[in-house]
Structure formats: structure tokens, C-alpha cells
């Protein structure tokens, strides 16, 4: 059973630029929440989607977004990019929304650079 | 709001030692606790996670932990380290219902280094 695939791995942008990454979850999950990890702030929740729903949202400004299409599969765009973005933003599956099985699976992250 | 500290951030253990890592949590009502481990350049994977019930917990790879709540603690243990468990380890609490973000809120992460 293929395991959650992030696209694309590494990446390196200008600021002012955009990004977007992409997450395939597990097949059969239907929940992908996104956490983006940096030295300072450790790991840090972004969004949750389900069924093509926003269902949560953490602490960031609008310029990050993302969406979740009929496949399960979702995609998170961060526009004008700043320095600080520079993060490696992880994509996690759960057949259900948490809490309710609690076990995330990880994918490798993507790891954006932000010159 | 609910917050997880982790007060070592660097532990070194030498092969076939006791490990513990240590766990605090801030949270407003029944928890739900978790511990991740991080190898480099991977994602993270689920060692072992509490909901309710027996407050001693057995995961994957002979990891256990032990949730106290008049401590607010849930700390990791492991009786015997190998070198493969040289990774990043995080402590984790979750959902809020209080109206702010859901989602997991993690520490900051323990390193653990193992000494041959």
C-alpha cells in the first residue's frame, strides 16, 4: 500500500513568488491535514480538509491556502513568498477527520527554500 | 489554548540504556496524547498514542508511555535503545474544541543521540 507521496520534494523560490504543493494521501483516506515545520516554530498546523472541506485552520495569514479535490488527493499554494516561509510543509492522511482514528500518516514533506 | 513542552531538547543514551523522554502538556480538558519520531528526512511516524482508559500505553518498536494526569505528564519510555532509534521525537496534544485552530499541537521535539 503506496504510503502518502508529497510533490515535490525540494523546491527553491524567489520572494514575492508563489508555490504550490501537492499531496496524494493514502488511498482509501480521505482526510489530509497540512503542518509546516521550521527550526523556530517546530511543527505547526496549517489546515485539515475532508471530503473537499475546509474543516480547520491554524494561526496563519491568507496567503496560505490550499484545497482537496474529489480524489482525496490536495494541493497548498502560499503566495508572495517571504523568507520566513522557508519550511519544510508536511502532508499527513487519516481515513477520518482527527482526532477521531488519531494516527496521522506523514509523508516526506516538501522542503521550500526562499531566497 | 493547549501547549506541549518538551525540556530536553538533546538526549544522549548509550546502546542497550533505559530511555525516557519527557512530556508536559497544557490542555483544558481530556487529552489526547501522542508521540511521533522523526528520522532524518523523513516524515513522521505514530509510535504510540493515548485516548482514554489504561494510562499505560505500548506502541510500535517496544516504546510505552505512561499518562499522569496529576502531572500532566506523558512521558516515553523504552527499556533497552538500539541505534536505530537515533531520530527526532515528538510529543503531541490534540484536538481544541475551545475555538481556536484544531489540529495537533506539537513540542518541540526531543533529539536523540545514541552512543555505541
Known amino acids: 500500500k503506496a504510503g502518502v507521496t508529497q510533490t515535490p520534494r525540494y523546491l527553491i523560490k524567489t520572494r514575492g513568488q508563489q508555490v504550490t504543493l501537492s499531496c496524494s494521501p493514502i488511498s482509501g483516506h480521505r482526510s489530509v491535514s497540512w503542518y509546516q515545520q521550521t527550526p523556530g516554530q517546530g511543527l505547526q498546523f496549517l489546515f485539515e480538509?475532508?471530503?473537499?472541506?475546509?474543516?480547520n485552520k491554524g494561526n496563519f495569514p491568507g496567503r496560505f491556502s490550499g484545497r482537496q479535490f474529489s480524489n482525496s488527493r490536495s494541493e497548498m499554494n502560499v503566495s508572495t513568498l517571504e523568507l520566513g516561509d522557508s519550511a519544510l510543509y508536511l502532508c499527513?492522511?487519516?481515513?477520518?477527520?482527527?482526532?477521531?482514528?488519531?494516527?496521522?500518516?506523514f509523508g516526506e514533506g516538501s522542503r521550500l527554500t526562499v531566497l | 489554548a493547549q501547549s506541549v513542552t518538551q525540556p530536553d531538547i538533546h538526549i544522549t543514551v548509550s546502546e542497550g540504556a533505559s530511555l525516557e523522554l519527557r512530556c508536559n502538556y497544557s490542555y483544558g480538558a481530556t487529552p489526547y496524547l501522542f508521540w511521533y519520531v522523526q528520522s532524518p528526512g523523513q516524515g513522521l511516524q505514530l509510535l504510540l498514542k493515548y485516548f482514554s482508559g489504561d494510562t499505560l500505553v505500548q506502541g510500535i518498536k517496544g516504546f510505552e508511555a505512561e499518562f499522569k494526569r496529576s502531572q500532566s505528564s506523558f512521558n516515553l519510555r523504552k527499556p533497552s535503545v538500539h541505534w536505530s532509534d537515533a531520530a527526532e521525537y515528538f510529543c503531541?496534544?490534540?484536538?481544541?474544541?475551545?475555538?481556536?485552530?484544531?489540529?495537533?499541537?506539537f513540542g518541540k521535539g526531543t533529539h536523540l543521540i545514541i552512543q555505541p
Open positions: 503531541a496534544v490534540g484536538p481544541y474544541s475551545g475555538g481556536g485552530a484544531d489540529g495537533l499541537t
Open positions: 499527513a492522511s487519516s481515513l477520518v477527520p482527527t482526532p477521531n482514528t488519531g494516527e496521522l500518516f
Open positions: 480538509y475532508f471530503s473537499e472541506t475546509q474543516r
